[in-house]
């Protein structure tokens, strides 16, 4: 059982060291480490996991590594892997701020060009999960016109539709109906096969 805690801390360590971009870039990875590698979650959970994680407040990596964490080993497991989350960009940051000067960093050419090439890297990050998440929530060519007119709604930055939160209650609300609908159909085929 302590195996798997220290598992937990040195698999979140890792994500959380080695991504930049924030929590969408460090998606693909946190899948390729607890769903394609350690097997902890199926592709499934994994999308509930991600839901779930972006509807809470808080830091989308730090709430997928507390999900996952306490899906492990319960609250221990969840206190681990946030921590093993946080503790590295804690420690960049706090690195940062007493060795180095925002002049430092602005006016360092070696640094800027590291931050330039990470870029495109970091928006391939970002895009392949979105590609791999609609595929596993069985988004095809019926359904996609949803999640481009959410965005496109969101992006539109038109006073109280533009709220993402809306946005997420309708989303829940509307997968509430749609599964009433689909038993109520279900239970009247069932009254007609039973007549």
Known sequence: MKNLLIE????FFKIGAFTFGGGWAMISIIEKE????????????????????QSIPGI???????????????????????????VPSFTIILFIAIFLTPDMIKNNETLNNIFRGIRP??????????????????IGWKTVAIPIVVALLIWSKIPYISNPILFIVLGGLGG??????????LKQRKEGVEQ
């Open 176 to 185: 509430y109906l749609w599964l009433r609908y689909q038993h109520s159909r």
């Open 60 to 86: 989308l990596a730090v709430n997928m590594a507390v999900a996952v964490g306490d899906k492990m080993r319960g609250r221990s497991g969840a206190i681990v892997s946030a921590l093993g989350t946080i």
């Open 121 to 138: 890297a970091v928006v391939a990050l970002i895009i392949a999960p979105v590609f791999k998440t609609a595929k596993v929530a069985k």
């Open 34 to 53: 607890i769903v394609d590698k350690r097997h902890w979650v199926t592709k499934e959970e994994f999308v509930d996991l991600l839901a779930v994680a």
């Open 8 to 11: 937990l801390f040195i698999v």
